[in-house]
């Protein structure tokens, strides 16, 4: 037999119908109504004409909707394409014709960019609006949308709501996603200035929440915080774990510190999973001590290093949780390796790993590899390389790109790194240059493309630079073009009306020496990243 | 991508070169030489003109050698049956003639009924002789045996030795096995009176090694001890989730007390498996509490049901070991349900489940399916079914029987059961009427066909009944040939030259009624089995 995400739904509804699926802003769902409602919203979406094979696309805040989007499309083997809203309005149109999203899921927060984006396709979206306040469910006629959802005078002639679309109650007709077949698509900003759908398959997403489900020490039902976009695989992979486990999620609509303290509180969470940033901000509310965060027990961090002073703080603020240290990637579904809660007690420094992202989770294997895909001697630097049943299908129609990043059965990873000698993994930087700021992956010539197009600039090179909050920020180096003078606030604002926010430059500086160049005339931005960054922290930077 | 047992072995030897795999009899074997073994190994079946999709099989105690062997083959993408070496010669000989094996690896003990099952072949079986006592590794020349391994004389000119193979350090040719080809089959008897080949995948025993770790509380590198017979799944499972947590492996060649006390004190063994009767035994033994069992945290028990005394006894003699009560099949990979520790606590009573095996394991779903193999209503018994990714490919050779078992995409178990209303899985009994004795599964078919083949037996039942020692006792109902009078002993000793020992009747019973039948002229085995069984303990018995 095979895997089927649909199939632990239908198991969760019958083994355990009254324990909670999701809760969100009020609104609770159980397992038993979860499948009544993943099976309406796969069964309307066959009714809309959609096929095995189909995607749909979702674009909001985290929601209990959202969440319900996770699961229901694979009841009909349809596949989910869960968009960045971050994006601007260009980006968004790409991964729609990319995906071919026959439908576009949103929420109120973004209609205004889902109607431009959908209007700019060539082939038709059907839009279908998100939004109902209600709890319980609801008895809406074909056509009509549900009490609370997006107003009737908001909804457009050809747009349909979402509840009225569960309320129909269609069964789905055709059959379930399983094994190797997608299940969601995330997609991740491109080397070439092109967006990039990393296809997961069920098997992927199974032998990824059966992995991180010992590594990260998740147990069953507990309650797990969702505070990370789920537009990201970090915690959309964990919305799946909750499907296996099964787990209780409690889902916060985007990160705020008093929403974190009061929902943890509240929901007696066990489970979170954050990145350095926001853990930073939590220690620093002047509330943070006044809130029972006791039902904590297991937190997990990713997405960027931190500083060992923040880090000291974290776990001193919470001494009986325990702390692990992701590393992964959507390529990988996404979890790499994890540094465990031993290395994070109050004695770490005597374990000396603290820095490090640990060993391979139990599915993985992780390797270091030389420029010609050798493996490295023990202790040398050079490209982290991933195999296992966790890594991706490939790239949605980019069979070079898929090639290239799989060659050779090892997913490379762009990341630089070594194992010591125990086999633990130390990051040492990126072999691409892409940047991580704030959680979100950014490639410098996605924004190079951009800032060249100015009228003003005749060179730019962008870099990450170190940066408390974020990690990394975005920061361009420019060369100004013969007499032209323009200001730091320009580019930026120029870069800002066609990149999402992210990916814009924090800062930048203007040079007048051309840029160091490469045997092969590509600009060396090692040299350019140098001054920022403390040379202690490994070669690159 | 997919995934390949084989490359989790070259992971460990990557990442864990000198943790140990497996420890036997003084022989240490770690990471990095089981890798060089296992391609040797594999390689060496190429060798002997074995490729991908091919068989072999091995007969013998558990080992470090049937541990290599559960490994090995999969390099090279040859599948592995492992034989149970309780069989009699003529179940042997069907074994192979339906796997088709082209190499039996049998070491010293089972050699003399190795060679009677292979003579008995139609097909050519390349005996290859395992049992070389030295621990680091041999230099030997092609054709030669190691030092110790089955002496020079015993060695017959067309067999080979084992050690003597790997020496000759072929790589391997052929591909890995991967995703669903076949790892292993392991032989279940059969209803029919023929036995079953049970077809595990790469997935399957992905799914259940990364269901089962979570479930049963498994953690890395932690020391396992081995005393279940390796050649059923139970044990078999354990050795591949060793591959892929990794942990460390203590192999004992075959369950006594003495030996699991020296052993668990010895290498500080801090997880193992056991059947109520072992631990009975070890509960007993007269120096029990003269060894350190300290380093024990987790044991799993199953394979048939206990007495609460006994369970009582268990936990007070364990108390801060973590007790898991599983339920599996070998259909199943085997891992279905579990009863955690928190239920095996000094205080379970409270919690009403002992006696229960618990609830699903995260990859697994299970239900309760009516004769028609509609769901039935919540606390109502019936037939237990099972879906999953770890449920078995089919049974080899027998598509009618396969279809049969995993009609509606669910596997069906014969046993009877029910869930609770917190979703709590009880067994009632069994359906078809399979006896397990010593945690081995008889089929009274396969007896009585023996039986009626005595010239005295005009007609013959077989059924479980109760057993302190073994769970169940297999005894056998006669109804005397007109004018015959065999004893006891004589249907016993006949049994035994056909079958294997656990089979054979513990106690024959002389009828002279004739027996009760049902409407479709079937033996009503609940009616013979009634006296023998409390009635509380459910409907069948």
Known sequence: ???SLA??????AAVYPSHVAVICEGRETDWARMLVRCRAIAGGLNHLGLVKGDRIAFLGLNSDWFFECYY??????????????RLSAREMVECLVDSQAKVLLVDAHFLDLARVAVARCDAPVQLVLVGAQETGPVEIGPGEIGPGEIGPGEIGPDEIGYEALIAQGHAPSTEKGAGDDT??????????GRAKGVML??????????GAAPHYGYIKHERHLIIGPMFHTAAGSRIYSCALMPGEAVVQPKFTVEGFL??????RISSTQFVPAMMQAVLEHPDFTKYDLSSLRQMTWGASSTSEA????IVKAFPHVDLVHGYGATEAAPVIT?????????DFAERGKLGSVGYPAMHVDVRIFDEQDREVRRGEIGEIVVRGPNVMKGYLNMPDATAEALRGGWYHTGDAGYQDADGCLWISGRLKDMIISGGENIYPAEVEDVLSRHPDVAEVAVIGIPSTQWGEAVHAIVIRAEGAIPSEQDLIAFARKQLAGYKCPKTVEFRTQPFPLSGANKVLKTELRAPYWDPRRGVDP
Chains 1, 2 share one sequence.
């Open 262 to 267: 009061s929902l943890t509180q509240t929901h």
């Open 1 to 3: 037999m095979t895997v």
């Open 201 to 210: 398959s069920h098997w992927n997403i199974f032998a990824n929440s059966m």
């Open 338 to 346: 994890g540094l465990g809660p031993a290395y994070h007690r109050a």
């Open 72 to 85: 229901a499309p694979s009841f009909a083997g349809i596949e989910l394409v869960a968009l960045n809203y």
């Open 183 to 192: 299940l969601i698509i995330f997609y991740t900003g491109g080397t070439t």
């Open 310 to 313: 923040l880090l000291h703080r």
């Open 7 to 12: 199939e632990y739904i239908e198991r969760n």
